[in-house]
């Protein structure tokens, strides 16, 4: 099943901009090969609902190392059979 995830992760109690950090988690969804696009206030990734939740997990293990509390948003959305949604969805809107 293809899924979108709309995310967003960064640390509690660091300073004031969460740039650096989620430049981190952003290397991380590069590395992984799979589509994405980055907004103001989130990234969005498309694929089969392991491995965008393994992604997940590895920008989540990234910044645990050097931030000891995490706050994470998530917004999915699943659909059998169809890929390459995420931009079609905004093609469409456009």
Known sequence: MSVIVDFSI???GKEESVSKYA?????VIK?????YHIG?????IEGEWD???????????E???????????????CRQGESGRMGKKVKKVE
């Open 31 to 35: 590395d992984s090969g799979l589509p």
């Open 23 to 27: 430049s981190r988690a952003i290397r």
């Open 63 to 77: 910044l645990k190392k050097d931030c000891p509390r995490l706050y994470m948003t998530m917004k999915v959305d």
């Open 10 to 12: 960064f640390p509690i």
């Open 51 to 61: 491995e965008v939740m393994l992604v997940i997990t590895h920008c989540m293990d």
């Open 40 to 44: 103001p206030m989130g990234t969005s």
